[in-house]
């Protein structure tokens, strides 16, 4: 692999594992599951996604990134998913939720929006700009990973190797808001709106803890299942069809329409 491939797999498995560690910290000190912590269980469980979101999307990879076996769940990434996108799956949402709910809250403080407004609206731009920087620059500028085909006029560098769906940019952002507000969106004792939904719910810590990750896992895959719909039913329409001619990345048949 390259120096960058090399540098966008550590950002996954250290980023994954470091954001776990603190998340299983910061529970074990307060004696209840921590939102930090329930996102990341959230952002894994969905990850599952990202095979049929790439096959929707035209994404491919380069062949020297090593590839989850056959036998992973719609393993329909052209070539094979990447090993690893599970762990990667934190990273890549929780850092901008983290980042959106410190910004969020200032803006709140600042100009006394209100704040769920404050998280949402700040989670939204910080998700879509940090999915333009990660997916459309790091990703498709420079090489670690390509989009085969985008819809007509909705894509920078559209018709070149180098484009990027903007629209992939939006579907993030909105994943990312709700991961925003969640971590944000917190009561005097340091609850989400999961968490303090769970507590009513629960007799003591432990059913609480449970009702809490069954809950966010639920709403992770629904909303990201959500978002990956738009994609798959343009894909199905026939509507994604600009792109390059010529091969990829060099000896790699494209991922046929």
Known sequence: MTPLMQAASGFAIVGGITFTAIGVYLSVRQGRIHPLLLLCISAISFSWIEAPYDWAMY???????????????????????????????????VLPAVTGAALGRWVNAKFHWRRPIALLTVGLVVGFCWALLFNGFLGAKLGVFYYGRVIPGLAIREGTTHQYPLY?????????????????????????????????????RLQSSILSIIAVVVIGNVLYGAVFAPHLATKLGGWVTAGPTGELFPGVPNQPQ
């Open 168 to 204: 992939d940019s939006l579907a993030m952002g909105i994943q990312m808001m709700v991961f925003t507000y969640l971590l944000g969106r917190t009561d005097s004792e340091g609850r989400n709106v999961i968490e303090t939904w769970a507590h009513k719910r629960s007799s003591n």
């Open 59 to 93: 994404a491919q990879f380069p062949p020297a990134i090593p590839r989850m076996p056959s036998w992973w769940p719609l393993n329909m990434t052209w070539g094979g998913l990447p090993l690893f996108v599970p762990i990667g799956y934190i990273s890549y949402f």
